[in-house]
């Protein structure tokens, strides 16, 4: 049974940075591609990075890009999300998700299992 479980959100100050975690199981890094949603309040649900499970490509929208880092550890079947430099505009649910293929895609309808949300909250 496919599952994700994400952690590592909280409060944090502006300019401050967090570490969520997405652990898997039911499948291995190896497999599928991992990507990370987050959605605001009152707004949809935006694709903003992705890890491909091929060689490991790892994929980010300009809004993100040299601000957040994804990683994976193959050992704890763990994919994380090195959030720093985080603005007001970064408060969201996170969510990580996986499309049971090897690439990566951003569009949310073509991820099939999804983890329960973590709340990140950026205010000073």
């Known amino acids: 049974q496919v599952q994700l479980v994400e952690s590592g959100g909280g409060l944090v100050q502006p300019g401050g940075s967090l570490r969520l975690s997405c652990a898997a199981s039911?499948?291995?890094?190896?497999?599928?591609?991992i990507g990370w949603f987050r959605q605001a309040p009152g707004k949809e649900r935006e694709g903003f990075s992705c890890?491909?499970?091929?060689?490991?490509?790892?994929y980010y929208v300009d809004s993100v890009k040299g601000r957040f880092t994804m990683s994976r550890d193959h050992g704890k079947n763990t994919v994380y999300l090195q959030l720093n430099s985080l603005k007001p505009e970064d408060t969201a649910v996170y969510y990580c998700?996986?499309?049971?293929?090897?690439?990566?895609?951003?569009?949310?309808?073509?991820?099939?299992?999804w983890g329960q949300g973590t709340q990140v909250t950026v205010s000073s």
């Open positions: 998700a996986t499309r049971r293929k090897r690439l990566c895609r951003s569009k949310a309808d073509e991820y099939d299992y």
């Open positions: 890890i491909s499970s091929s060689d490991g490509s790892t």
């Open positions: 039911g499948f291995t890094l190896h497999d599928y591609a």
